[in-house]
């Protein structure tokens, strides 16, 4: 039943999110943000998410949600998000890092800002990933919102 709940915490902002709001989306591929508080109505999924809806999760993370960041050590070194897990998208052999992870659990994901990401996640829905979000505008969308990054 713990499972049930984390996946539908995750997956009910891609419920939210493909409803949209009527503001535009960000100059990305990705689509609009979400502009509701989410629900537990779907138990798997991916979707976008905005910057303000993934902090809403992680204030109430799931015990299992991993928080993946998919930009270069480089770019990591520089700031990322507490408790991150990097995998280089850039990596050849990238699908296969992604593929030693455990599918069974919900994701957070994000990059600088959005497109790898963006990227990643028909990767991990190949791979039959249960559930995985992306953080429209990466990590510049977060710091834009004024959340936490954390350096080295």
Same mark, same amino acid.
Not at 24 to 32: I, K
Not at 34 to 41: G, K, L, M, N, Y
Not at 43 to 46: E, P, R
């Given at each position: 039943?713990?499972?049930f709940?984390?996946l539908?915490?995750?997956a009910?902002l891609?419920?939210?999110?493909?409803?949209?709001?009527?503001e535009?989306?960000?100059?990305?591929?990705?689509?609009?943000a979400?502009?509701?508080?989410?629900?537990?109505?779907v138990? &798997?999924?991916?979707s976008?998410?905005?910057?303000?809806d993934?902090a /809403? !999760? @992680?204030? %109430?993370?799931p +015990?299992?949600?991993?928080i993946?960041?998919?930009r &270069?050590?480089?770019?990591y070194?520089?700031?990322?998000l507490?408790? /991150? !897990? @990097?995998? %280089?998208?850039? +990596?050849?052999?990238?699908?296969?890092q992604?593929?030693e992870l455990?599918p069974?659990?919900?994701?957070?994901?994000y990059c600088?800002?959005g497109?790898?990401?963006?990227?990643?996640l028909?990767?991990?829905?190949?791979?039959?990933?249960?559930s995985?979000?992306?953080?429209?505008?990466?990590?510049?969308?977060?710091?834009?919102?004024?959340l936490?990054?954390?350096?080295?």
């Open positions: 039943m713990k499972r709940a984390t539908a915490i995750v009910g891609a419920v939210l999110t493909a409803c949209g709001s009527d535009p989306a960000a100059d990305t591929d990705s689509g609009p979400a502009t509701a508080a989410p629900t537990a109505e138990a &798997t999924g991916f976008t998410v905005s910057a303000d993934a /809403a !999760v @992680l204030a %109430d993370a +015990d299992d949600l991993v993946l960041d998919v &270069t050590p480089e770019e070194a520089e700031g990322h507490e408790g /991150a !897990v @990097l995998v %280089d998208f850039y +990596d050849a052999d990238f699908a296969d992604l593929a455990d069974d659990v919900p994701y957070l994901v600088r800002s497109n790898r990401s963006g990227q990643t028909p990767i991990m829905e190949q791979l039959q990933f249960g995985a979000s992306d953080i429209d505008g990466g990590i510049i969308a977060w710091a834009d919102a004024g936490p990054i954390v350096a080295g």
